[in-house]
């Protein structure tokens, strides 16, 4: 993985016991999961709710760890900290940053390309 | 096994399935109490910590205080990894936990170590019971048996009165095989064996002087 890349191809296949099928079957869950999750999360931060962010973040991490997303993965548990610990102000400035490292995610495991790393 | 999120859920069944194993999957806490409450309950589980309804935390603690549950063992799968959320776990009754993402390897060889106790366990059950059974064919035969003082019959269930030999095969292990004893031969084999003899040698009755 390079320090640009958002996930780690390599690592999610050590993850799911190195089955490309499995794999790709979980990368379009995730694609199909993550947007509405992530509305879900963006709606409990607006709301100021910290348990409810930090029941997104967690649902998230878990997802976001299996398929090798390290950099989201752990943005998510510092959300899901801070939303734990009702620090809102701390909420509002990592929601951003983990929003669009989970956009770069699904960018690009929506993109067919990452399948040629398999 | 339990958990919310679809692509751990799928992938715990997914390997599970590869592995060999029947996988009965669920989303929440609530359905995964029920799942391991139901009659043919599996005997082992694998809950995600943290899930919409009952944790899994919660849950383990709901099974450890059902009988007949008592013996289930419970995987809690957790992205926590600090020494009191192990300890939280194994308090609320877990047997094992394991940290989210797992290592494919590692969830293998914690199943297995559950296989093996779950065996265990069932193995222990079906000697209890074997032996609980035969303890009942036992006491069966220690209680007040009225016997007739004359023909030795038994008074056996529904006021039927039976022959000794057939009321203890039908309630025992046992079984007859038949021979005489030495004071029967004096005073009934005997007697009869004389009485045959003398039958014969007595002369035709249009013989007789």
């Known amino acids: ?118 | 096994m339990a958990d919310d999120d679809r692509v751990a859920s799928r992938l715990l069944e997914s390997v599970l399935t590869r592995w060999g194993y029947e996988v009965v999957a669920v989303g929440d806490g609530d359905a995964a109490l029920a799942a391991l409450s139901g009659g043919d309950h599996p005997p082992m589980a694998i809950l995600d910590w943290m899930m919409p309804g009952l944790t899994g935390l919660e849950v383990c603690q709901r099974v450890r205080q059902q009988d007949g549950l008592s013996h289930l063992y419970l995987v809690v799968l957790t992205s926590k990894d600090s020494t009191e959320d192990l300890v939280a776990a194994l308090e609320a009754g877990a047997d094992d936990h394991l940290t989210k993402p797992f290592q494919p390897a590692e969830l293998r060889a914690r199943v297995r170590v559950g296989e093996r106790v779950a065996r265990l366990h069932q193995s222990l059950k079906d000697r209890v019971t074997a032996l609980e059974r035969a303890l009942a064919d036992v006491t069966r035969l220690q209680g007040l048996l009225p016997i007739c003082m004359y023909c030795k019959k038994i008074r056996a269930d529904g006021n039927y009165w039976q022959q000794v030999d057939g009321y203890i095969a039908e309630h025992s292990g046992a079984t007859f095989t038949h021979g005489i004893c030495p004071d029967c031969r004096e005073t009934r084999v005997k007697p009869e064996i004389e009485r045959i003899r003398q039958s014969h040698q007595r002369p035709p009755a249009g013989e007789r002087p």
Not at chain 1, 56 to 75: K, P
Not at chain 1, 82 to 108: C, H, I, M, N, W
């Open chain 1, 1 to 118: 993985m390079t320090d640009s890349s958002p996930v780690d191809i390599a690592a999610a296949l050590q993850n799911v016991d190195r089955d490309k099928d499995l794999l790709v079957e979980l990368v379009h869950a995730f694609c199909e999961d993550t947007p509405v999750r992530v509305r879900a999360l963006g709606e409990a931060v607006g709301a100021g709710d910290g348990h409810a962010v930090a029941r997104q973040a967690h649902a998230l991490r878990g997802s976001l760890s299996i398929l090798g997303a390290r950099r989201a993965a752990e943005l998510a548990q510092a959300l899901e900290t801070a939303g734990r610990a009702g620090d809102l102000p701390q909420v509002g400035t990592l929601s951003a940053g983990f929003v669009e490292e989970t956009e770069k995610v699904l960018r690009a495991l929506s993109d067919p390309g990452w399948l040629a790393g398999l």
